[in-house]
């Protein structure tokens, strides 16, 4: 009987040991047995694109990747397996690990604080880890817990200084609400967050990690940000597969790194999480009582406008080429000879404050109008000091003598434009805009849909002008957008008569 006792127990604690040395090794196998603590009476959904996220996490753990940005839909579990399951982890078999995760919400960063603190300290992770320590009584609360190893993990809002503690990785999980997308201070403040008062945070420069994993809502945002300036490895996994998205080693094609192929589809428009975001509920979410196009776009497919446009189709575009210019194939059907003659002619230029590496860009268009179309007949873009601009500008008026109007914003420095210019170009018009960007751009964007705005089929710059259009309102710069709209909302909502007042005006 005794020995059969010592048999049973024996087994069980080989069976406790092999179960603890597989949960160590695997983020994934832990997250399938401790799943039952923080959501007891939801059954867990496994899809291939946790263990992604996970092998990418664990690839951090061991110092394999030190900078890393998951961008992948909500719902996908994403703040369970980063901030919660990864540092509960960890700590079964480093528990000196110490850790910094941010979220744009304390509230937020809080309550995965809490969830992850009920795992270690449940029954289930004490009996099968055998811990040799132990939480410090006096520095265990919400926002900040320590084990007696010295490990530690504290939660901080986006904009906290965080300060006297560093870490061995920093984390950000959502660092900007999907409702600030559009706001350019909340942005910002995400930015200089991440770039000037984290970095400082870390243990040791040389092997600390930062990890940012989020859903993509503005070209701009704080993953757009990190990926133009390069260091980071991306994992990106939109909720319909694009074969055109970089994937998880941030290669296109993917040839190397330590995520290499963790993207199994091949086909596109293949699912990401069938047994959660069917088709018929993607579909749904891109309609207009949801999240629509742009809002689906930046959320499921981590790309901050639709693949055709958001308030812009690429598929909207008309263009134009001289008698003598070749045709595009793939475009020839949308494209026409430029007419010999126009009904009206006129300029019309978006100015900056100055001239930086960051600053605005200088956008002035000349522009032909034939009953309802409209011409782009060339573009001035660029970024330019004053004297630049104004050089430019006159330039351009010389060669479109017959444009009897100048329109420049009356903002940045076009009020000192004017001024400089008003005796040497005739018709300058100092445009006061109405409304916001958005307005405007949904006010003018019906004539680009019905196929009456025309660009120059073989101008170097036709592929760039569509794709600002196309991130519109998500999109980093919009100055060649609002050359566009100014001089569509004048022509659109001008009389002939008041045309022909405003030609002998300015005369």
């Known amino acids: 009987m005794a020995a059969n006792l010592l ?86 078999w480093a528990p000196e690990r110490r850790s910094l995760f941010g979220s744009y919400a304390i509230d937020l960063a809080l309550r995965d604080s809490v969830r992850c603190r009920s795992i270690i300290e449940s029954d289930w992770y004490r009996r099968l880890f055998t811990p040799a320590w132990k939480f410090s009584g006096d520095q265990n609360v919400k926002s900040y817990f320590e084990n007696t190893r010295r490990g530690f993990r504290m939660s901080l809002s986006v904009g906290g200084a965080g300060t006297g503690f560093r870490g061995d990785k920093v984390v950000v999980d959502d660092p900007l609400k999907a409702q600030d997308a559009y706001s350019e201070s909340a942005r910002r403040e995400a930015l200089e967050w991440w770039t000037k008062t984290m970095p400082t945070r870390v243990n040791d420069p040389a092997t600390g990690a930062f990890v940012i994993v989020m859903q993509r809502l503005h070209e701009e945002d704080l993953t757009g940000h990190m990926l133009k300036h390069g260091g980071y490895v991306h994992l990106c996994l939109p909720s319909e597969y694009e074969p055109d998205v970089p994937c998880a080693c941030g290669l296109k094609p993917c040839t190397s790194g330590p995520l290499e192929k963790l993207d199994p589809r091949t086909q596109p428009g293949e699912l990401l999480f069938p047994s959660m975001f069917t088709r018929a509920v993607l579909d749904e979410l891109k309609g207009p009582t949801a999240l629509g196009s742009i809002g689906y776009a930046g959320q499921h497919q981590q790309r901050p406008a639709p693949a055709d446009g958001g308030m812009f189709k690429n598929s909207w575009w008309r263009f134009w080429r001289h008698p003598w210019e070749a045709d595009i194939p793939e475009l020839k059907a949308r494209t026409v000879v430029l007419p010999s003659k126009f009904d009206r002619k006129a300029l019309s230029w978006d100015c900056a404050f100055k001239k930086t590496d960051t600053s605005d860009f200088v956008a002035g268009g000349a522009w032909g109008g034939v009953d309802a179309n409209r011409y782009l007949l060339e573009l001035e873009w660029d970024r330019m000091d004053f004297t630049e601009t104004c050089r430019r500008l006159e330039a351009q008026s010389a060669r479109h003598p017959d444009a009897r109007e100048v329109l420049v914003e009356d903002k940045a420095n076009g009020p000192a434009i004017i001024t400089t210019l008003q005796s040497k170009i005739r018709g300058l018009v100092a445009v006061n805009p109405e409304g916001g960007k958005e307005a405007r751009c949904a006010a003018t964007s019906p004539q680009t849909e019905a196929g009456q705005v025309f660009i120059p089929l073989h101008a170097p710059w036709r592929d760039r002008y569509m794709a600002e259009h196309s991130a519109f309102p998500n999109g980093a710069n919009d100055d060649a957008i609002d050359q566009q709209s100014q001089l569509l909302l004048r022509w659109g909502t001008m009389s002939h008569v008041d045309l022909l007042r405003a030609v002998l005006a300015a005369r």
């Open 7 to 92: 048999a049973q127990f024996g087994a069980e604690e080989i069976a406790r040991q092999a179960l603890a040395e597989r949960c160590r090794k695997s983020l994934a196998q832990f997250t399938r047995y401790a799943w039952h603590i923080i959501e007891p009476g939801t059954p867990l959904r496994w899809n291939w694109h946790i263990d992604a996220v996970c092998r990418a996490l664990e690839a951090v753990s061991r110092g394999e990747i030190r900078k890393l940005i998951i961008n992948i839909p909500p719902g996908s579990l994403k703040s369970i397996l980063v901030s919660v399951m990864w540092q509960a982890w960890e700590w079964t």
